[in-house]
């Protein structure tokens, strides 16, 4: 059973947790890393994925300097959505032998490890066929926009960005109403703590997190990888 590394981050800027995935992304396909599950929070921040729909940005430059939420156009799939303080971002780094490969039951799998995280709150999450993520009725509680980088040095992909989870109460409050989520009108935003009434802790959902996802993804136990969340390794690679 392979083995997962698990790490950490708190709350990183956007740009440099980017960097950090590539960096680990090539990693990972030369072998001289294991297989990687980053856990983290960002800072404000809106990313608009390959879709490109720059009109789903609802606020104005101006407007976001002023609430100091920073614009990154990605290289993941998907439209626009909304990483801030108080939601849990998965970023799974994983090697995907092309053998029998299907991607799109990679965003199943990921889609179910949520599911099953939800259930421990006695929440039903559920999928939408027409969208990709996890829903409570019809609010959105988790998105998903992923990347498959094709391997340099053997058969197969490396998948980087990942999942992000709504936990605090503030999640929908503060960041989505500058954007339309995804592009979707008609359906609304879910937390955690907006759904169970109780206050939770964005880092000990990380660790609830885990045994789901190595449950589904067919890994041993994850360990604790080295600490990453360090701006001069980043400035070394």
Same mark, same amino acid.
């Given at each position: 059973?392979?083995?997962?590394?698990?790490?950490? #981050?708190?709350?990183?800027?956007?740009?440099q947790?980017?960097?950090?995935q590539?960096?680990l992304?090539?990693?990972?396909d030369?072998?001289?890393?294991s297989?990687?599950?980053?856990?983290?929070?960002?800072?404000?921040?809106? &990313?608009?994925?390959?879709?490109?729909?720059?009109?789903?940005?609802l606020?104005?430059?101006?407007e976001?300097a002023?609430?100091?939420?920073?614009?990154?156009?990605?290289?993941?799939?998907?439209?626009?959505?909304y990483?801030g303080?108080? !939601?849990?971002?998965? @970023?799974?780094?994983?090697?995907?032998?092309?053998v029998g490969?299907?991607?799109? !039951? @990679?965003l199943?799998n #990921?889609?179910?490890?949520i599911?099953?995280?939800?259930?421990d709150?006695g929440?039903?999450?559920?999928r *939408?066929?027409?969208?990709?993520?996890v829903?409570?009725?019809?609010?959105?509680?988790?998105?998903?926009?992923?990347?498959?980088?094709?391997a340099?040095?053997?058969?197969?992909?490396?998948t980087s960005?990942?999942?992000a #989870?709504?936990?605090? *109460?503030?999640?929908? !409050?503060?960041?989505f109403?500058?954007?339309?989520?995804?592009?979707?009108?008609? @359906?609304?935003?879910?937390?955690?703590?907006m759904? &169970?009434? &109780?206050?939770? !802790?964005?880092?000990?959902?990380?660790?609830?997190?885990l045994? @789901?996802? &190595?449950?589904?993804?067919?890994?041993?136990?994850?360990?604790?990888s080295?600490?990453?969340?360090?701006l001069? *390794?980043?400035?070394q690679?």
């Amino acid at each position: 059973m392979p083995i997962l590394k698990s790490e950490w #981050l708190s709350r990183m800027d956007y740009g440099q947790a980017w960097e950090l995935q590539k960096k680990l992304v090539k990693e990972i396909d030369r072998e001289e890393r294991s297989d990687t599950l980053l856990l983290l929070e960002h800072s404000p921040t809106y &990313t608009i994925g390959s879709d490109r729909h720059p009109e789903h940005l609802l606020y104005s430059k101006e407007e976001l300097a002023r609430r100091g939420i920073s614009l990154y156009e990605i290289d993941r799939g998907g439209d626009i959505t909304y990483h801030g303080p108080g !939601q849990l971002v998965g @970023y799974p780094l994983l090697y995907l032998d092309a053998v029998g490969l299907d991607l799109h !039951q @990679y965003l199943r799998n #990921l889609e179910e490890v949520i599911i099953k995280l939800l259930a421990d709150f006695g929440i039903v999450g559920d999928r *939408k066929p027409e969208y990709t993520g996890v829903w409570v009725g019809d609010l959105k509680i988790a998105a998903i926009g992923v990347k498959f980088n094709k391997a340099r040095t053997r058969r197969g992909f490396v998948t980087s960005h990942g999942f992000a #989870l709504n936990v605090k *109460k503030n999640v929908e !409050q503060d960041g989505f109403q500058g954007i339309i989520p995804c592009g979707i009108t008609e @359906y609304g935003i879910a937390s955690l703590e907006m759904l &169970t009434g &109780t206050e939770l !802790q964005v880092e000990a959902i990380g660790q609830q997190i885990l045994p @789901y996802f &190595t449950e589904v993804f067919g890994y041993s136990i994850p360990i604790a990888s080295e600490s990453l969340n360090s701006l001069a *390794k980043l400035k070394q690679a």
